[in-house]
């Protein structure tokens, strides 16, 4: 009974010590993983929105298919805006970034994260696929097709990741979407 009792006690140091270890860890690793973070959305929302020399994080009643929205701004005027959104894809949530420009069209994607197939939807973020999005117009909905794009408002998709394909151009229409009933005609 004593050495069960001791080995009980033994067993209780180790946890404490171990949680009050990881604990630590978690507290030192915590603001440098949010700089990176943070970095990292600064770096793709100025990749997709270029003419913006800042990002601000707009005053706007966000929607469960949106998850935040930042005004680019340019000087004092709003350049555009970076909408992030995570649609399901194949793998779960893929999280996009997408630019979306005053004058009415986007202005570029970056896949933030994702899970999707190696080597089939994992290549969503490739400027192959993810360029296709560029200058496309706000008005109407983008659609996936698996032939050369005949219309402006036209994907090609990844080759054996139709799912994948479908899912970052449903974000990007959520995006447009919300940019046509939240954000158009917005001022500062």
């Known amino acids: 009974m004593k050495e069960n009792i001791k080995l009980g006690l033994i067993l209780l140091l180790i946890t404490g010590i171990a949680g009050f270890l990881l604990g630590g860890a978690y507290e030192i690793t915590k603001a440098p993983i949010a700089a990176s973070i ?8 100025k990749a997709i929105l270029p003419t913006a020399d800042k990002f601000e994080k707009a005053d706007v009643k966000i ?17 555009g805006y970076a909408i992030k959104v995570a649609p399901k894809g194949y793998g779960g949530p893929v999280e996009i970034m997408v630019g979306i420009s005053t004058d009415g069209k986007v ?17 969503a973020p490739e400027p192959k696929f993810s360029d296709q999005y560029k200058n496309k117009p706000t008005k109407g909905k983008l659609e996936v097709v698996k032939t050369v794009p005949s219309k402006d408002n036209q994907i090609q998709a ?24 939240s954000l158009k005609g917005a001022k500062k």
């Open 63 to 79: 929607t469960d298919k949106v998850s935040e929205v930042n005004a680019g701004m340019k000087g004092t005027e709003i350049a």
């Open 107 to 123: 202005s570029g994607i970056k896949i933030l994260s994702h899970t999707e197939t190696p080597g089939l939807g994992a290549n």
């Open 158 to 181: 990844l080759t054996g990741a139709t799912i994948t394909s479908k899912a970052v151009t449903l974000g990007v229409n959520e995006a447009i979407d919300f940019y046509n009933s």
């Open 38 to 45: 943070e970095a990292d959305k600064q770096a793709a929302m």
